[in-house]
């Protein structure tokens, strides 16, 4: 059973920096992309990041981009986000979520049950 | 960027009707487009991918179709248990923009 499990979310001043990981379970962690979506209180889903399997792909949204480090660990079955420079507006559920099995499936199939970043002083 | 538009953004109907759920890209993005359903203080849950493609386990009532910037979703039979927020999303290239979402709901 695919299993992923977010951690390290919390209340952080504006300006911090966080980071949240995701453990993997019940795949072949290495063979597939892995992304970050995230969900503000009460709006829609809003894609953050990507990294390919062997890291040779990164990509972020205009909105995270230089403030966000993606980044995983195959030995160890992990997926990180590095959050700095956090806003306001970063306050959001922050979703870990496998890609499909092709390396063009930037769709997400399995979703993590997500970990909440409120940014507040 | 491409931008996605979902409309309606929201819809009222009643058990047994048929429903429609439009998602327009603002460029060609051929089928690279996903469907997710989220049941209220749910995880979202892939229902489509490739535009027209099932993921496992997800009820024959439900259908996608559309190519290029048009795309539907189509529940044949809503029934309690479709009330959700549903998302289309694209993902030919990168950003895998979602769009803004529809919330179904019973009349």
């Known amino acids: 059973e695919v299993q992923l499990v977010e951690s390290g979310g919390g209340l952080v001043k504006p300006g911090g920096s966080l980071r949240l990981s995701c453990a993997a379970s019940?795949?072949?962690?290495?063979?597939?992309?892995m992304n970050w979506v995230r969900q503000a209180p009460g709006k829609g889903l809003e894609w953050v990041s990507s990294?390919?399997?062997?890291?040779?792909?990164?990509y972020y949204a205009d909105s995270v981009k230089g403030r966000f480090t993606i980044s995983r660990d195959n030995a160890e079955n992990s997926l990180f986000l590095e959050l700095s420079s956090l806003r306001a507006e970063d306050t959001a559920v922050y979703f870990c979520?496998?890609?499909?099995?092709?390396?063009?499936?930037?769709?997400?199939?399995?979703w993590g049950q997500g970990s909440l970043v409120t940014v507040s002083s | 960027d491409i931008q996605m538009t979902q409309s309606p953004s929201s819809l009222s109907a009643s058990v047994g009707d048929r429903v429609t759920i439009t998602c327009r890209a603002s460029?060609?993005?051929?089928?690279?487009l996903a469907w997710y359903q989220q049941k209220p203080e749910k995880v979202p849950k892939l229902l489509v991918y490739?535009?027209?493609a099932f993921q496992s386990g997800v009820p024959s009532r439900f259908s996608g179709s559309g190519s290029g910037t048009e795309f539907t979703l189509t529940i044949s039979s809503l029934q309690p248990e479709d009330v959700a927020t549903y998302y289309c999303?694209?993902?030919?290239?990168?950003?895998?923009?979602f769009g803004g979402g529809t919330k179904v709901e019973i009349k």
């Open positions: 979520a496998r890609a499909g099995p092709y390396s063009s499936s930037f769709y997400f199939d399995y």
């Open positions: 019940g795949f072949i962690f290495s063979s597939y992309t």
């Open positions: 990294i390919t399997s062997n890291r040779g792909y990164i």
């Open positions: 460029q060609d993005i051929g089928t690279y």
């Open positions: 490739a535009a027209s």
């Open positions: 999303q694209k993902y030919n290239s990168a950003p895998f923009t």
